[in-house]
């Protein structure tokens, strides 16, 4: 018991050593060079609204029709972004080029000078992500990218989506899923591949079907349904219920107390290859009180079944049979 | 019962003359060869009226050489030989972006003409004005992996047994399927229109299905385990309203309106009736044939050849269906603002109360139970529940200076699922399969009024001390409830462009509350002497008479020897079943970009929780996760990560720990514009080990040296440990030796090696399966494409898929599902097809 009660104490004054000295790291950095706050890094990304430097993509596009390689505006004409530029009624800060990279009147009159203008490329992924969030903060979607693991990690906008040379013209993506998301998390395409998988290498399904890359409130940046319940069931809809006999660990604990959601070379995607271990994991003599039944005497294994839902078939839960029998 | 295996097999010769005929056919379609091949992305498309036009189909044919276990084909790959669909893609953009009715649309498609997965994608937009994007999905599951749901029968032979059964080995006795093999399909479609996307006030609305229908296996344990057929049949219908607006200067709100309807139209009947029991009636004894343990009954067979009559089988009677509806209205608001300089602020509410009914329930079961005379019963009854969910969210991030900021989260969800069920059910008995039933005529008032099915005359009922109540009402009543408030809290820190890191504590309260209430209103008749109605919830407290005084509380004798129970527990509040549980979490994260070609992450959570709701859940864990590219040079890119998961439940009786490590690299190679190659390589190794508690019996011993159950007097107790090794390597080559032609080589290869308990060690029938733990599962492939023209390209691809196990147990080192009815395969798929583009 005393371990236990460390643990959460140890790791608030943990927490208090790092915010002291970041605080101090924060601050004093502030104090020395105020002058450099508007050079690299800012709070909030912030567009400027003076009209006059700004240029407008015309003017762009006379020397980035073909630069830096061939169809280069173009590309940017037939993309979704190129919307911004019909809209009348906002500012030349939310038009076209400008709208990400900043007003351009500088970097035109420096001959293109590369550091009169906002670029991408070398930027961290906080600055990005805050320029593209400036737009596409809205709704469920983007609303928690702020607090996601992967902005956390240093994974922001442009480390998937590609504005100018998107190869999935739906979302600017960098790539097709899954091969995508394959490109950090080797461990899924390692279970997408094995023997009993979801359809997601098959084009069926996709990875931000369940899951949304930029942040949200559940776990594992997991979605829900549209009822709020667990994101397994927007597709596997019988298994929902309510219940009058449920199988309480499938709400409780959610799916992934049995099941290995990517793949498994386990039938069923079970995290057991015998059905029978499983189930008896939970089913024995448990010490907490009001438990899981332990198995019954007369189920004895060197007759029984290797599967207990041979007769429990409706194991994830039942409107018409206390022991699953029927559904 | 053996399964068969068909082996899907077209000679070579005429594989080779298809494909020969396919590829000349398309040579000949696309009429002389052209030169000046460019690429995909360089397809300029066609200029009509206002649009740019850019279209491309891909046709042709697979041809398939299956060998081994076709259903197990089917469940790993179903993909068949036939024409194909292989793909089609539209898209028309607006020249000037003022279309009349679009700007844009794209079209696309694959899967059509039999392949398993079918995806078609329509997405349409004008500019400022609305955006549709429509999205169809349909799935063929096709899943028959054969130890599945099987008894995993002995072949000990039958006593008089059919052809199969008899002899010295009964080889029909193996299933070489699963008695839960399914062939459904799945549809889904996705509708969404935004209009004004860009605009202050924008509206969306949505609307989805998904529907799942086919046949479908399953089993009924009553007597045996009888072969059922079900027609499943659900749909899911989904209908979303919304508007965001975005009044306030960056802020937006969001209000959606969403309605869920489900129907179950699933029914279920008895499958198989291949045993006579009599001249004039077929019975399905179902699934389980074990002659050494008396299944599906002692002497199966009679020296007549037909079932025996007191065996547990069914007839062709049985009929499970129910109309389930449940309907789910949910409301959402939604508010994302960056209103404050220095504040992301995003919070949520939902709201979800939905109701569910089961109409017409209907379970009719016709046969024999042999353990309580069961012959015929009527189950029926109206279920109802509801579903209320109600969430609340909020996020905020804190920019306290340019380079610290304060992450907070937290979730609030609370749902509970009342549910009822009030079952009226009449069961009728027999001595045996060709015997009909007999029925009583009560004098006492009874709660229930029951029709005697056909061929049921009055008589002596022959009960059993085991039959069921005769009559019996019961009202089920379901509470299951969890509530839950997660907290976390992150300092997040960016020490410069190049390097960050954060540290955070999450908290999480969980509140379960399960009550289960249950109130019997019975009637045991008499049959085949008075005493016999005293039985089950009525039977005699003390060996003697039947009298008023020696039944137990709730029962009444009645003047026609009938015995009526009555059960009303007291109804008990919602209560938590396990102690409120307290999960805490440590966090700590860093990211390096040393310079822009290197990104490396590292993250941890250290957790603790005083409670767990299942035994395998974890009082304590840690996880570490390393994730790194590399960009080495412009061809060279290099991929790694380190993922630990330790867990351990070290409470008194469950000595559970469990870990989860994976280790993966991979190199992306691009030498040019005619050399490309991806290799990787991952090793996953997951251990489990727990205390269980179960029971083996043979001869009438457990087994030696294993201790007893602690507190279950009749069960065993034994470390169960489960290892899961698997070494993952893929590589992908591209190589255009010439402008026109690119050749494609690249394997998928798994292999599993693993233990888990055997938790029948001294069974005399080696009926343990491990397969899956000791397999390869390979997926080599190669092709080319040629690209005779701008507009054509020849395609012809091979794919290998091989499945192969490596039985461990049994004396001769293989069970007999091993030997009779192996999941190993071998399939060849050629796929031909030409692809057409401008």
């Known amino acids: 018991m005393s371990v236990r009660r460390k643990k959460p104490r140890t790791v608030f004054l943990l927490a208090l050593g790092f915010v002291f000295v970041a605080a101090v790291l924060s601050f004093g950095g502030q104090l020395r060079g105020q002058t450099s706050a508007n050079k690299s890094e800012q709070k909030r990304y912030v567009r400027q609204t003076d009209p006059s430097l700004y240029v407008g993509s015309e003017t762009c596009k006379t020397c980035h029709e073909d630069m830096p390689v061939k169809g280069f505006f173009k590309s940017f004409e037939d993309s979704p972004h190129y919307v911004s530029t019909l809209d009348s009624k906002k500012g030349p800060e939310w038009h076209g080029c400008e709208a990400c990279h900043g007003p351009g009147k500088e970097h035109v009159e420096g001959g293109g000078d590369k550091t009169k203008i906002f670029t991408f490329k070398g930027a961290s992924a906080q600055e990005i992500s805050a320029r593209c969030l400036d737009c596409h903060q809205y709704g469920e979607e983007h609303g928690n990218f702020a607090r996601s693991v992967h902005l956390q990690n240093g994974v922001g906008c442009t480390d998937c989506h590609d504005p100018h040379h998107a190869k999935e013209s739906q979302f600017l993506l960098k790539a097709k899923q899954p091969d995508l998301c394959y490109g950090c998390h080797l461990d899924k395409k390692q279970q997408f591949n094995r023997p009993f998988h979801h359809r997601v290498n098959e084009g069926l399904v996709k990875c931000t079907d369940c899951h949304n890359p930029h942040g949200g409130f559940q776990a594992r940046q997991l979605r829900a349904t549209a009822s709020q319940d667990l994101v397994c069931f927007t597709c596997h809809t019988d298994k929902a219920g309510p219940y009058v006999y449920e199988h309480e660990v499938v709400k409780i604990e959610g799916c992934a107390a049995c099941h290995i959601p990517h793949g498994s070379s386990n039938p069923r995607l079970l995290i057991r290859a015998q059905v029978n271990l499983l189930c008896l994991e939970c089913h024995a003599f448990s010490a907490d009180a009001g438990g899981p039944q332990a198995t019954p005497t007369f189920h004895n294994q060197a007759q029984k079944y290797q599967a207990c839902t041979m007769c429990h078939t409706a194991i994830h839960g039942s409107n018409s049979n206390k022991f699953f029998f029927t559904p | ?838």
């Open chain 2, 1 to 838: 019962m053996r399964g068969d295996h068909p082996q899907r097999k077209i000679g070579i010769k005429h594989r080779m003359i298809y494909a020969g005929l396919l590829l000349i056919g398309a040579l000949l379609s696309c009429g002389a060869l052209r030169t000046g091949a460019q690429q995909d992305e360089n397809q300029k498309g066609i200029d009509q009226g206002n649009y740019n036009i850019k279209q491309s189909i891909e046709f042709g044919g697979r041809f398939t050489s299956i060998s081994g276990n076709t259903q197990t084909y089917d469940t790993f790959v179903n993909l068949q030989q036939g024409a194909r669909l292989l793909g089609f893609n539209t898209e028309m953009n607006s020249l000037d972006h003022h279309g009349t009715l679009f700007d844009h649309v794209s079209f696309s498609n694959f899967g059509y003409g039999g392949d398993p997965n079918v995806v078609s994608r329509l997405r349409v937009s004008k500019n400022t004005w609305y955006k549709f994007d429509a999205l169809f999905r349909k799935d063929e599951n096709t899943w028959n992996y054969s130890p599945l749901a099987n008894p995993l029968n002995p072949t000990t032979s039958f006593a008089n047994g059919p052809p199969g059964f008899g002899g010295p080995v009964c080889t029909a006795c193996i299933i070489g399927f699963s008695p839960h093999n399914m062939n459904t399909r799945r549809k889904m479609g996705n509708y969404n229109l935004i209009i004004r996307p860009e605009s202050t006030v924008r509206f969306r609305m949505g609307y989805s299905s998904n529907i799942v229908q086919g046949p479908a296996f399953t089993t009924i344990h009553q007597g045996t385990e009888q072969f059922l057929l079900a027609d499943v049949k659900t749909t899911v219908n989904t209908y979303r309203l919304g508007i965001d607006i975005k009044v306030l200067p960056r802020t937006n709100i969001s209000y959606d309106q969403i309605w869920t309807y489900y129907k179950g139209d699933t029914g279920i009947t008895d499958f198989a009736q291949p045993f006579p029991v009599s001249p004039i009636l077929n019975v399905d004894l179902g699934v389980s044939f074990n002659a050494g343990a008396s299944q599906p009954c002692a002497g199966t067979f009679l020296s007549s050849g037909f079932v025996n009559p007191t065996c547990s089988a069914y007839t062709n009677g049985y009929l499970d269906h129910g109309r389930t509806r449940t309907n789910s209205p949910t409301e959402q608001l939604t508010v994302q603002s960056n209103y404050w300089q220095n504040w992301d602020l995003t919070a949520r509410v939902t709201y979800s109360s939905g109701d569910t009914n089961v109409f017409g329930y209907n379970q009719t079961v016709a046969g024999r139970e042999s353990r309580t005379n069961l012959s015929n019963q009527f189950n029926t009854g109206p279920v109802s529940g509801r579903r209320v969910a109600a969430g609340a969210d909020f996020g905020a991030t804190w920019h306290i200076t340019d380079k610290l900021s304060f992450n907070e989260t937290f979730h609030y969800s609370n749902w509970h699922d009342p549910a009822a069920f009030t079952l009226s059910s009449c069961s009728f008995f027999s001595p045996n399969l060709n015997t009909a039933a007999n029925f009583f005529t009560p004098t006492a008032p009874v709660p229930l009024t029951c029709v005697p099915p056909a061929g049921v005359v009055a008589g002596i009922v022959a009960h059993s001390t085991s039959s069921y109540p005769d009559l019996s009402n019961v009202l089920d009543s379901n509470f299951l409830k969890q509530e839950q408030k997660t907290n976390l809290a992150e300092f997040d820190y960016r020490f410069s462009e190049k390097y960050g890191a954060r540290i955070g504590f999450r908290y999480r309260h969980r509140y379960m509350a399960d009550n289960f209430y249950e109130a019997l209103n019975q009637v045991f008749y008499p049959g085949p002497t008075a005493a016999t109605a005293a039985r089950g919830s009525c039977a005699v407290v003390n060996p003697g008479p039947v009298t008023q005084a020696n039944l137990p509380a709730g029962c009444t004798l009645n003047a026609d020897s009938s015995i009526g129970f009555v059960s009303v527990p007291p109804f008990s509040p919602a209560s938590a079943i396990v102690p409120p549980i307290n999960e805490y979490s440590g966090l700590l994260g860093l990211w390096a970009r040393p310079n822009q070609k290197w990104k490396i992450s590292f993250d941890m959570e250290l957790f603790s929780a005083d409670g767990t709701f299942t035994r395998i859940s974890p009082k304590e864990s840690q996880e570490y996760r390393v994730r790194t590219k590399y960009n080495v040079t412009n061809w060279l890119n290099l991929n790694g990560n380190i993922l630990i998961w330790e867990s351990r439940n070290n409470q008194f009786q469950q000595n559970d720990t469990q870990h989860n490590r994976a280790y993966g690299a991979s190199a992306m190679i691009q030498a040019n514009d005619k050399f490309g190659m991806e290799i990787g390589y991952d090793y996953n190794d997951v251990y489990s080990q727990i205390l269980i508690c179960y029971i083996s019996v043979a001869a009438g011993q457990p087994g030696p040296g294993i201790q007893a159950c602690p507190n279950v007097p009749g069960l065993v107790q034994q470390l169960s440990t489960y290892t899961n090794n698997s070494n993952y390597g893929f590589f992908d080559v591209s190589y255009r030796p010439m402008q026109k032609l690119t050749v494609r080589l690249g394997a998928n290869l798994t292999g599993t090696s693993g233990s888990d308990l055997r938790l029948d060690p001294q069974a005399l029938i080696p009926n343990q399966v491990t397969g899956p733990l000791n397999s390869k599962w390979l997926h080599p492939y190669g092709g080319f494409e040629y690209r005779f023209s701008k507009e054509w390209t020849g395609k012809a691809l091979w794919d290998y898929y091989g499945y192969h196990e490596d039985p461990t147990f049994g004396a001769g080192g293989e069970s007999v599902q091993d030997i009779y009815a192996p999941r190993n395969f071998r399939g060849n798929l050629y796929t031909l097809s030409v692809r057409y583009a401008f």
